[in-house]
C-alpha cells in the first residue's frame, strides 16, 4: 500500500520561504514520476509541479516558476518543493501525488491522472 506523507506546511509572511516534503511509502519510488498540487478554498485543485523518476526532467505551472523548485532525493523515497518568495495567493493545501508512470507524460497537469495522493498540507502567506 503506497503512503505519502507531506510536511513542512505552516504559517509564512508574502516574500518568505518554505520547504515541503514528501516521504513516499510502499512501492520503489524511483521508479515513478513525483508531483505537487494544491487547493485553495472555494477552487479546483490545481498543478504545480512534476519530476520524473531521475530527477532530471521536470515542469512548472506558470504562476509559480522562476519560484518554485522540485527536486527529489530517491535514497530517502523523498520528494521536495522548495517555495521563494511566496504570495497571498500561494494559499492552498498543498498535496504530493505519485503518478502512474515513470517519466513525465502528456496530461501531468491532470491530477486525475496520479495513482495515489497524500493527505495534504496547508501552506498560508500573510500579507
Known amino acids: 500500500q503506497v503512503q505519502l506523507e507531506e510536511s513542512g506546511g505552516g504559517l509564512v509572511q508574502a516574500g518568505g520561504s518554505l520547504r515541503l516534503s514528501c516521504a513516499a511509502s510502499?512501492?520503489?519510488?524511483?521508479?515513478?514520476?513525483m508531483g505537487w498540487f494544491r487547493q485553495a478554498p472555494g477552487k479546483e485543485r490545481e498543478f504545480v509541479a512534476v519530476i520524473n523518476w531521475s530527477g532530471d526532467s521536470v515542469s512548472y505551472a506558470d504562476s509559480v516558476k522562476g519560484r518554485f523548485t522540485i527536486s527529489r532525493d530517491n535514497a530517502k523515497n523523498t520528494v521536495y518543493v522548495q517555495m521563494n518568495n511566496l504570495k497571498p495567493e500561494d494559499t492552498a493545501v498543498y498535496y504530493c501525488?505519485?503518478?502512474?508512470?515513470?517519466?513525465?507524460?502528456?496530461?501531468?497537469?491532470?491530477?486525475?491522472?496520479?495513482?495515489?495522493w497524500g493527505q495534504g498540507i496547508q501552506v498560508t502567506v500573510s500579507s
Open positions: 510502499g512501492r520503489t519510488f524511483s521508479n515513478y514520476a
Open positions: 501525488a505519485q503518478s502512474r508512470l515513470s517519466y513525465i507524460g502528456s496530461y501531468y497537469n491532470q491530477w486525475a491522472k496520479y495513482a495515489y
